[in-house]
């Protein structure tokens, strides 16, 4: 089955900081799970590259905004490879291809009807792109997100006759209660629309950096309705000769994170109705990663307001996998949650290094040890197969829902399971007494099977170590149908190096 998923596409006049890898973090975990599921998986990420607040920073700069998304743009793609990320395409919303279909689409709407021309007056945000209405507004007229104050607009611009959708958009929701994940972010979006909705500006006239209206060439679209199309456009030219969009629209999972829950979850599924095109069947929101300040307060992350914590940082100190796995188990996956290098260096000493890279260590060189690396040809033991054995069914049911923290929990039992079968059989007691030789033989084989089967399973969140482990184990394949407990799957085993050395590099210990 087709599985397609995407990220926000990230605005690139800022430095790619921890929440935007986090979504892509979300989407890869999401990706690489339904390949293992033998999907036809389809992963978009990219960068929005039009709008005011580019066109005011290459000004500001001196230089075109061309120029400033070129040079912007490559830290963003620079980012998913860093962060071990698979997308199988990253779209520039300054592509021709993107903004020759943006025109198709848009012309279509208005085709149909859903496009006049009026007067625009209203509080702008810059940063956001966006017009607030009076209940989105901070005191004063400011933007609640950036703290700035908003700007009075007035134009004559485009607007596309959102609320001849309240109907449709309300028996959307009545009918589809998975439409938006999680629920609470379902209520919010639905709580939005029973509010009553306002026609949207759908054109800028005193902006010349976007996609030209074709039927009016002295407009550019509005950045949104032009960055949220290249969930749609991309999949026309990303493969250069293969359009792709039969094969993989509607999009399975729009990952987004809270602060543009209402460009996904009314304007979007609007829009596509205008266009009558197919509609996601997901949009899942997650919350945001803050900081904590001196102060004990929490913000959401984020250039303007200088709290930043450095992917690129922690990668070259802790390496990619720890990233993946701290953000997605500290912060449950669809609620705010806060990160600190402390809670950073408890996870990594406390479950990576202690538990997953202690049981990875301690099996091979078990195995090494007592049986020079060959795995006994016994079959696993059961007690231990009827615990391991359901957690893969239980993973892939929770990343249905893309409940991806939950889903890591639940693997996560399977590495303590382990490590508690260590204790309790104790292999070098065992291996002290040659009559129990046989018992030693069903323990180390039911070790070298669970680290296999946990290596399979947490493949989406660490795929470095999983890869790691597996080729010591001489066993790559990742297909979750062998995440099951089996005799004969493995030959022999290497040692390994600590996989999450007890560096004293850990920020807390400096
Ligand atoms: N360009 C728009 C999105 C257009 S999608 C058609 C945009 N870009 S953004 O770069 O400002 O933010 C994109 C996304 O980055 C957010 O929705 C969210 O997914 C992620 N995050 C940015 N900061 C974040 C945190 N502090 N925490 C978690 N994720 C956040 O909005």
Redesign the pocket.
Known sequence: MAFYVT?????VN?AP????A??ALGADVLARHMRQRGEDVFFLTGT?EHGEPVALAAEREGITPQALVDRNAPRFQALMPRLNVSNDFFVRTSDPEHKRRVQEVLGRIRENGHVYKGKYEGWYCPRCADFKTDAEQGPDHTCPIHLIELIREEEENYFFALSAFQDDLERLYAERPDFVLPRHRFNEARAFIAGGLQDVSLSRANLTWGVTVPWDPAHVFYV?FD??L??YTALGYAREGDDLTDRFWPATYH???K??LK??TVFWPAMLMAAGLPLPKHVFV?????MRDASGDEH???KSLGNVLDPFQVIDEFGTDALRYYCLREVSFGHDGAVSTAGFAARYEGELANELGNLITRTLAMVVRYRDGDVPAAQPDPVLAAELDPLAVEVARLLDGAELSAALDTAWLGVRRLNRYVEERAPWVLAKDAALSEELDVVLASLVEGLRVMSVLLHPWLPETSGRVLGALGAPELDLTGARLQAGRVAHVERLSPPFPKADAVPARR
Do not use: V
């Open positions: 990220t926000p596409i990230y605005y800022a900081h921890l929440g935007h986090y979504t929005d949104w960055a949220l290249n969930y990952l987004i994170g602060d543009i460009f996904h997650h919350g945001f990663l803050l959401k992350m984020s």
